[in-house]
């Protein structure tokens, strides 16, 4: 390996192999880096992309990570589509880096490869808060990458550079326009600000709706209208249901900034510009979402939806085989309005959300109180959802057997769930514990028994 020795400048270079590192804007990831166990040579460098400039990126450190991802897996025996992720934490180093290990390809053939992504240590917290969206999009990335090295091995990491600079832009606005952590629920339509009680933006009936539909699709909300304040006033309200993770993986609508849908975010601001909404809003996009999604219009005071989870669920997979076929073959799916993914109109609002509405607006209005109250309101629906994962685990004795349709009916009535509305949302609450719940329990024979009682409304993208 050959050093240029002019390493710790903060614009250091550095030589991998006779690679020269590309670059990416990252304030999150100091360094990208794709690496392959060779059996006669050990770990190969195959790309290196330099981000920021927090840690020193050289020789020593790219050898490290590259030795401590793929010596450890030389025996790896699993299925040839396993991507395992790891995470290295060396404090005295002042370094962390999280891995996927996958079944790459090389000249040799099939061959054991890790995609690194190198931060300071300084940053540990922030992407703790950020680990399940970044696990998500990676493995994404890592099948995209299996298939563009099966289409043309010489070309991969040039198309896959593409994508690594896309997820990192993704992360960099998390950081620009991001949420905080902790809510104030001031600024709130909870709260006693002038935009909380102007009537003209927000009535009770649109906000049950709101806060029903974004609690059935797992807190993925986008949340459009022509007015910054009136859609990030929406954003912050809804956000108060959500973990200070979720939160995390959630942003503001910018003026500033066009931000188009990123698939596994949760909260998402669009300012709505008729020339490019339909631009910024993929379809795509919407059915690779690891959930449903929910459509807010602050402006038309319309909540709308995508089909219920297991029926996503379902599409998600399907959906997902075929572009990574039309992805090998050197063809892309055909991308169409994204309205046509969702309902015309929001459906019944739960009843739950109702009873909490009404008590909170009738305690007093005081920040402390009022925060306590939708506290009680997760735990509650946390606590329901814990004892519906316990009832379907006995009765379908441990995920062995499918719950009949009569079997889901009994389960509402032992629970008190009292309408299909609650069931939803709180088998929502259940899928982010136990991902897979509501495939599970409403599979396609509850899709067709549905369709076969209401054939009017058939999806439109099925």
Known sequence: MANDGRMGSGESEFHINNLRPGRIKSSLFTAIMLAYWDNVMGPMITKVWKGNDKVEINEEIINYVSNHTLSGELCRQTEKNTID??????????????????NGHSKMGQTITSLSFIMAYTDLEKYL???????????????????????DLGNAVKVFSSYMK???????????????????????????????????????????????SHLQTCGCTIVIGRHPYKINLMIDTLALFLSPGERCCSRYANVEKKYVFNMDLYLQGIIDEPESVYMVISSKNILLNTFSVSLINVDEKTVQQTSPLNEH????????????GMLLHGSEAPIYPYHQLFTAEF???SIMVQQFITEL???????????????????LLKHKSQTLLSYVEEKSDMGKEALSIHQIRQLKQDLSIHSDSDFRMILAAAE??????????????????????????SLLWR
């Open 361 to 379: 607006f009738a305690i007093p209005n005081k920040c402390s109180i009022r925060r306590k109250h939708v506290e009680n309101f997760k735990l």
């Open 313 to 324: 669920g379902i599409m998600r997979k399907d959906f997902l085989k075929s572009e990574l």
């Open 347 to 349: 459906g019944d609002i």
């Open 432 to 457: 982010k514990i136990h991902p897979g719940i509501a495939v599970f329990m409403e599979g396609d024979d509850y899709i067709k028994e549905r369709e076969i009682q209401a054939p009017s409304a």
């Open 129 to 151: 808060l950020l680990q399940d969206f970044i696990n998500k999009q990676v493995k994404l990335a890592v099948l995209k990458y299996r298939i563009l090295q099966r289409k």
């Open 85 to 102: 992720p790891k995470l290295y934490v060396l404090s005295d180093l002042g370094y962390i880096f999280f891995a996927v290990i996958f």
């Open 166 to 212: 896309s997820f990192a832009k993704t992360i960099d606005s998390l950081e620009h326009s991001n949420i905080p952590e902790n809510i104030c629920i001031n600024n709130t339509v909870f709260g006693e600000s002038e935009e909380a009680n102007d009537s003209l933006l927000l009535d009770s009936k649109f906000l049950m709706k709101s806060i029903t």
